[in-house]
């Protein structure tokens, strides 16, 4: 049992093997050497290195917090980590409701006979994240647990962040607003799954995970009429659409035809069954928009790396039922409702 | 010959849904066809294709989803075999969730049972491979299209001399199915639109019978959204004109004479069998069992199962929905007991269950019908 910030007794003696066992939690030199070997010289920053028991940050009037937990397997994916996923994930929260990101407190459950190469990995990945989206990681704890009883290494992460000018609430969305994707949908999920389930099938998949919160501050700051904003993690797209429906009790009707889906993931979602429409995405954002907005948010996310492929993919209508609609590429339609849970893959 | 980038151009979409309007106009009275596949099941509902239907003609889903037609009897075995120790068992995502009498195999595997989702049978004997000290089994369910894939597995073990791997088959066959339905009175099926994937392996001659005795129209299809409708404007020319025929639209897959290998290894190692099907009863030769060549890798006969026992859930009418006598929102449980993160019946628990594609799908035109699920 450690926390990272409750001794400034940095030990520089290096007596560790190369993978963690139960001691390196047991609050002693071990974890002294841990905290000092691998954590500090990846996240360090004046605000962690005082290791305190909690960050003091700078202040802001209003402020934004959120939590996440991450227990991706694998933990390393094609685009991407655990790491990566978890800094990316707690900015995205903040940056979606308007906030920017201040700091991120940072839990580490590690499992007994995790190699520490692969801990130092992952640290670095976090860094290099936080380094993207200009947040720093400067409160921490990290336990260890025993063979068996975890998955190799487990991440908590919380955010806060300063609330912004923008008022960004379902509440505000009213009929004739457009609906906006940053980008092609299910990347992160499908590349994941295809990992997990498949690992000898060789696919050019690639995780979207990414830190948005560049891209939103820009889009905030430069344009007027964004109502709301989600990013469509689990649950995907029609999570998001199902929810914006439900919660405004407006007509969402979404054009299939218009939904942005590479080819190689939609046939990797074919072929387990599932549909991408449910699946997950971490590098996204659906944005809902006044009419007149329109064509000034598509010009800043087109001109952010993470926006190029942005379309308008649907409308709030006039209708009050609460229902989310897909216009299929058919002609036809049909109702999206949010998924129940796990994606059960299908017999054949 | 139709091509596939011809049968799924937008024009042709268009074409084949006109054709479809105007045969139905010439009916004069309501047609059910019927499907017989999962996946056209899903498809249909995913393109909207319901919603685009004249009102005259109704695409019911059939005995087509491996889940939804395996036997409680048939899941209260997995489920007693996977709680005893030393075992292991794979089986395919779909069947975890689905109830016994005694539960499911997610909640068996809550309670400490060894239990492993795979995406191939051969998954299941690597496993077997790899500790010799467990017993692996693994739940072999399914049509034709992955029979032929347990055989196989079956035959690995043998040339490995695997001590330590069974299957518990219950594997089914398509036709008995169908000529079960048109021979109960109370079923009317006017048409069936054939399987995909079971006709790569049958063939398109196999549905010759269907044409021949009980005079139904049959079209094999492929599965997307406008090789349906191709197919749904034939099969009601077919009718309208009183001229049923089977067509194969799926020829680029699908052979008059079918994967003939996969044939000869699905029956090299099974050989047919009455079979218990939910909501169908016990149907002559309906099913697959392991031939006694191969009877050390039969889980019945390793670990002395016997014949499983049928038991039906009160309520629920997945038997009646799958043959094609209720719609699901006429079953008491549908939304309201039975949905898909509490579901009672397989056809609410399997993605290509018809009780899930309306849960999942329900048509904006036909949602006043459907129960509020929010």
């Known amino acids: ?348 | 010959m139709i091509a596939q980038a011809v049968l799924d151009a937008p024009e042709v979409t268009r074409q084949s849904l006109s054709r479809l309007r105007s045969a139905a106009a010439r009916l004069g009275r309501g047609v059910k066809f019927m499907e017989v596949c999962g996946t056209h099941t899903m498809s249909a509902f995913r393109c909207g294709l319901h919603s685009l239907m004249p009102a005259n003609v109704a695409l019911l889903s059939g005995p087509g989803c491996p889940v939804c037609v395996t036997s409680q009897g048939d899941i209260d075995q997995l489920i007693e075999l996977a709680r005893r120790p030393g075992i292991t068992l794979c089986t395919y995502g779909d069947m975890l969730r689905v109830t016994g009498s005694q539960g499911s195999l997610e909640q068996a595997r809550a309670e400490g049972a060894d239990i492993r989702v795979v995406y191939s049978s051969l998954d299941a004997v690597k496993l077997a491979q790899a500790d010799r000290q467990r017993d692996v089994v693994f739940a072999a369910v399914g049509f034709e299209t992955t029979t032929p894939a347990t055989a196989a597995a079956i035959l690995r073990a043998a040339r490995l001399g695997l001590e330590n791997f069974t299957v518990l088959a219950s594997h089914k066959l398509v036709l008995p199915a169908m000529r079960a339905l048109l021979e109960s009175p109370d079923v009317q099926v006017d048409g069936f639109l054939c399987p995909g994937h079971v006709s790569v392996i049958i063939g398109a001659a196999a549905f010759e019978p269907i044409v021949q005795k009980y005079g139904r129209a049959c079209v094999i299809a492929g599965f997307e959204g406008p090789q349906i409708a191709a197919a749904l404007a034939r099969l009601t020319e077919m009718v309208a004109d009183g001229k049923p025929a089977l067509e194969n639209l799926y020829s680029q897959a699908v052979t008059e004479e079918g994967n003939t290998d996969a044939q000869a290894i699905m029956y090299k190692v099974f050989a047919p069998a009455d079979w218990q099907w939910r909501g169908l009863g016990e149907l002559g030769g309906s099913g697959l069992a392991v031939r006694p060549e191969y009877a050390q890798f039969d889980a019945r006969v390793r670990f002395e199962l016997g014949r499983p026992v049928s038991r039906e859930t009160p309520g629920c009418r997945c038997g009646d929905v799958i043959t094609g006598r209720a719609t699901p929102d006429q079953c008491e449980l549908f939304a309201a007991a039975c949905t898909p993160v509490r579901a009672v019946g397989p056809c609410m628990v399997s993605s290509e269950g018809t009780c899930q594609a309306w849960f999942k799908y329900r048509r904006v035109n036909n949602a006043t019908k459907v129960r509020s699920v929010s």
């Open chain 1, 1 to 348: 049992m450690i926390d990272v910030c409750d001794d400034k007794a940095v030990s520089s003696d290096r007596s560790a093997g190369p993978r963690i066992n139960l001691a390196h939690g047991g609050g002693g030199q071990l974890t002294d050497d841990l905290i000092a070997t691998s954590v500090l010289p990846r996240l360090g920053n004046s605000v962690l290195a005082e290791l305190l028991d909690s960050a003091i940050l700078p202040g802001a009037d209003r402020l934004a917090l959120t939590i996440d937990g991450y227990v991706v397997q694998p933990i390393k994916f094609p685009g991407g980590d655990i790491g990566r996923l978890a800094v990316s994930g707690t900015v995205n929260d903040l940056a979606v409701c308007g906030a920017k990101p201040l700091g991120i407190a940072l839990g580490l459950i590690l499992t007994e006979g995790l190699e520490r190469k692969v801990l130092e990995e992952i640290l670095d990945s976090i860094a290099a994240t936080a380094k993207e989206a200009a947040v720093r990681v400067v409160t921490g704890d990290t336990k260890v647990v025993g063979r068996g009883q975890g998955d190799g290494i487990y991440i908590t992460t919380a955010g806060v962040g300063a609330a912004g000018p923008v008022r960004l609430h379902p509440d505000q969305v009213r009929p004739g607003d457009a609906l906006i994707v940053s980008g092609p949908i299910a990347d992160h999920g499908m590349a994941v799954m295809l990992a997990r389930e498949m690992p000898q099938v060789q696919s050019v998949l690639v995780s979207d995970v990414a830190p948005l919160n560049g891209m939103i501050e820009k889009l905030l700051d430069k344009t007027q009429g964004v109502v709301f904003l989600r990013d469509p993690t689990r649950g995907g797209l029609a999570g998001v659409a199902a929810d914006l429906a439900r919660r405004t009790g407006w007509h969402v009707a979404l054009e299939e035809k218009q939904i942005p889906i590479r080819p190689q993931t939609w046939h990797a979602a074919d072929m387990l069954g599932v549909d991408p429409l449910d699946v997950a995405n971490e590098g996204k954002i659906v944005a809902v928009v006044r009419p007149d907005a329109v064509a000034a948010v598509m010009d800043v996310l087109r001109h952010d790396e993470h926006g190029t492929e942005a379309r308008v993919i649907g409308v709030v209508e006039d209708r009050p039922d609460g229902l989310c609609e897909l216009r299929t590429k058919m002609g036809g339609s049909r109702i999206l409702q949010k998924p129940y849970g796990e994606q059960l893959p299908r017999i054949c």
